[in-house]
């Protein structure tokens, strides 16, 4: 969920809509073909690639290669791909995002991030302009409903971005991922790069793309031969990637706004690190669903807890302090996803850059004698902390990969 004013420059480009901006429905194909992002260029490698890392930089750099006819494989840690996408399906009578969830910009950014405006899909979005905004602060519930009109947001309407990724993506290269095979080492000390997984199995390549999250890099889970330069270590370790967590509840009833923020609403837009949603919102459903976001120290108050059901138990007693017993009284069901506990991603995103974010990222994408290479939503210079941005990031470096 984004405020129009935002610390983040990727707002700058959004498009604002009006308030009660009708439902749009997009076609992939009314995209131009200057929305291609990836130009024609000679190809110059002939090699092969590992990508490390399934989640939305690592499929979108498979997805390129396949394109090229480059000899690629996927390694993931996890039993999935996704990453920081996944999804719900079996929760309410709508596909749940139990971690990216908002498109954040112009939707035309999907035929981009497949390169493709000829796709002969729809996908439905929806303009996320919520009507009613309340914020809670001093024990005081207030209405601020006029903030709406300073909303500018999409989601899906009937699919998410895991399923979107499930859909465009995958098919293409799904053969390609190695799943449950978490590397421990990368060896780039010789001609060809060496990786080990922790169960002891070797991959070799001509080149590799790193694309894990900046948290996996900072506890030093992967070791490098020779050892990182230190100016790309300091840089890593400059990024914070604080804890994330989200928590979807069902309800008999909405006794809840469409938004509702638990701080002063300007201090709640701009660290944009805690929410409560109708997640149901403009979704094809009869279900009352309440969506909680939070990342930084907000998400901390949670996901520090030890058991799933003291984070409900906390949630509903903040919920009925606000609403007078209701969310105890309507309360059926509820679903948590707390980033912060899964091993392979321990935290939400890069949110705050320590030192210059240029520089930073400069450093953190700088590859390591042309052999090992790094894309990830921390990498994105206009875009991070999105999905689009860590597809952006992995169309830069497979460029550069290609080109040399
Ligand atoms: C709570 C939350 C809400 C968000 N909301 C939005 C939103 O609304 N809109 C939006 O655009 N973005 C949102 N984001 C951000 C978005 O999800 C990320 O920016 C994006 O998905 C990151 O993609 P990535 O490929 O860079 O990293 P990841 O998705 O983290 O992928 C990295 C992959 O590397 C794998 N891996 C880790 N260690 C190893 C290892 N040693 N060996 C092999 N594989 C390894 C991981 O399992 C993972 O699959 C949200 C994120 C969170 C956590």
Redesign the pocket.
């Known amino acids: 969920?984004r405020f129009i004013v935002t610390r983040k420059e990727f707002i700058k480009k959004s498009t604002a809509l009006g308030i009660g901006a009708p439902f749009l429905s997009i076609l992939l194909d009314s995209c131009s073909k200057e929305d291609i992002l990836f130009p024609d260029f000679e190809v110059n490698f002939s090699g092969k690639v590992i990508v490390?890392?399934?989640?939305?930089?690592?499929?979108t750099a498979g997805y390129l290669l396949d394109k090229y006819n480059i000899n690629f494989q996927i390694?993931?840690?996890?039993p999935v791909?996704?990453?920081?996408?996944k999804r719900a399906d079996n929760f309410t009578d709508f596909p749940i995002?139990l971690?990216?969830?908002?498109?954040?910009e112009d939707p035309s950014v999907l035929a981009r991030l497949i390169s493709d405006p000829s796709v002969d899909e729809n996908i439905e979005i929806i303009t996320y302009s919520p009507e009613t905004i309340y914020n809670w602060k001093d024990g005081k519930l207030k209405k601020h409903n006029w903030s709406a009109n300073f909303y500018s947001e999409y989601k899906f309407k009937s699919t998410t971005?895991f399923g979107f990724f499930e859909r465009f993506i995958v098919p293409n290269i799904s053969d390609r991922i190695v799943y449950n095979?978490?590397?421990?080492e990368i060896d780039y000390s010789s001609d060809k790069v060496i990786v080990k997984?922790t169960a002891g199995d070797i991959f070799e390549a001509d080149k590799v793309l790193v694309?894990?999250?900046i948290k996996?890099l900072q506890t030093e889970?992967?070791n490098f031969v020779p050892a990182l330069p230190s100016v790309k270590k300091a840089a890593i370790d400059s990024v914070e990637m604080p804890d994330?967590?989200?928590v979807f509840i069902e309800f008999s009833k909405q006794f809840y706004p469409d938004i509702l923020f638990t701080d002063r609403l300007l201090s709640a837009a701009w660290s944009e690190d805690k929410l409560f949603y109708n997640a149901a919102f403009r979704k094809d459903s009869d279900k009352n669903i309440l969506g909680l976001?939070a990342?930084g120290k907000k998400a901390s108050v949670y996901s520090n807890l030890e058991t799933d059901d003291e984070i409900i138990t906390n949630i509903l007693n903040e919920l009925d302090t606000i609403f007078d017993g209701k969310a105890t009284r309507f309360y059926l069901n509820h679903i948590i996803?707390n980033?912060s506990k899964e091993p392979?991603?321990q935290?939400?995103?890069s949110y705050v850059f320590n030192q210059s974010e240029s520089a930073t990222i400069a450093k953190l994408k700088a590859p390591l004698d042309n052999k090992v290479y790094f894309?990830?939503?921390?990498t994105s210079s206009d875009n991070g902390?999105?999905?689009?941005?860590?597809g952006e990031?992995a169309y830069s470096v497979i460029e550069v990969i290609l080109k040399e």
């Open positions: 969920m490390i890392g399934a989640g939305a930089a690592g499929l390694i993931e840690a996890a791909f996704g990453g920081r996408l995002d971690g990216a969830e908002w498109i954040h971005w095979s978490p590397v421990s997984n694309t894990v999250p996996i889970s992967i994330g967590i989200k976001f990342i996803q980033w392979y991603i935290g939400s995103y894309a990830g939503e921390a902390a999105t999905v689009p941005g860590a990031s």
